[in-house]
């Protein structure tokens, strides 16, 4: 199979490990992009290859392109090249697995291009669902997900007859390290202790939204868009072994899992080769391995984020850019040991309780006042404290 790929988030966990599906696959890069991680953006260029390579950091642009002024290699900076990385005439199919609200522009950009988008990037769906889905059908662009939950009901789907026969999505959370923990024991949680996932390996930001339940909240905003299905026919399961990814439910109760190892190889591999199936680096799944699966109901008392997300889609419109915006910063906090674990889901409520502004979403602008508004909420908030 011959792709050519453009891999936005090229240096991060999803990045390397996308770079690493296309050794097995002899796959064409034709453009990378990174925040600031110039050492090892280097390394890719030499190895890879690719016409164009964007670095949003403008210093670390600058450097970059002094590092690698001996390869051809066509270096851009800011946002802006990050959306041309996007919307390269060569690439067919974009990766997008940036961190962060930064990811919606480029999406667009890759979208009104006509590229194919497998897409990592919770943010882009979360902030601007209406947006995303309306430009995909505009351009008749497919959008692929890659985060594994909902490539396991990408793939479940498969299967499905019709949309009338599903009854409903069930996503699975591995409830993180702090899973059967109260309120009480989360105030003196430290950013290390929320930092030990213990299934997946992971970047900071996302290992802490695990920590806190926010990134099942995301998810379930995220599948809500991506198969067209109300918040109301989502929900969530907490399965501590990360076996099974994610199951849907037919009409008739009859319930389809996707399962496998926890490695995010399989997802990323099956969104750039969707419909077809290569090997793959992945290690085997033997269930005699795990002997037992587990299964419990999601705490959302505790894990506050769990509950604003919820809330934010009941509210829909620019509500879930809020919740996304707020927690970004509150995440930041809560590293920088500015607020406790446990400030993190009070911050994220009172920013979706505080976006009066719920409205029909029309432009990417609508979607940045939100979640530049929903940022200072928090750190004036936590001025505060």
Known sequence: ?????????????????????????????????????ITLLENQIREFKPQLVAVFDLDAAKKLKIAVADTPVKVVAG??????????????????????????????????????????????????????????????????????????????????PEKKALKRLILTASGGPFFGKKIDELQSVTPQQALKHPNWSMGAKITI??????????????ASWLFDMPASKIDVVVHRESVIHSMIEYEDNSVIAQLGVPDMRIPIQYAITYPQRFPSP???????????????????????????????????????????????????????????????GDLVNQAVTNQSNVKNISSVDDILQADEDARNFVLNAVGQL
């Open 282 to 344: 992945v290690k085997q799944l033997d269930l005699t391995d795990y002997g037992k699966l587990t299964f419990y109901k999601p705490d959302d008392q505790t894990f506050a984020c769990l509950r604003a997300c919820k809330r934010a889609i009941e509210l829909g419109g620019l509500a879930p850019a809020a919740a996304n915006g707020a927690n970004e910063v509150a995440v930041k906090l809560f590293l920088n040991n500015q607020i406790s674990f446990t400030n993190i």
């Open 1 to 37: 199979m011959k792709r050519f790929l453009s891999i936005l988030g090229s240096t991060g966990s999803i990045g390397t490990q996308t770079l690493d599906v296309v050794r097995g696959l002899d796959l064409q890069v034709c453009a990378l992009a990174a925040n600031s991680n």
């Open 79 to 160: 946002m802006d090249g990050v959306c041309e990385a996007a919307a390269i005439s060569s690439a067919d199919l974009v990766l997008n697995s940036v961190v962060g609200m930064v990811g919606l522009k480029p999406t667009l950009a890759a979208i009104s291009s006509k590229k194919d988008v497998a897409l990592a990037n919770k943010e882009t769906l979360v902030a601007g669902g209406a947006l995303v889905m309306n430009a995909a059908k505009e351009n008749n662009v497919k959008i692929f997900p890659v985060d594994s939950e909902h490539s396991a009901i990408f793939q479940c789907l498969q299967g499905c």
């Open 209 to 222: 939204d695990c920590a806190t339940m926010m990134n099942k909240g995301l998810e379930i905003i995220e």
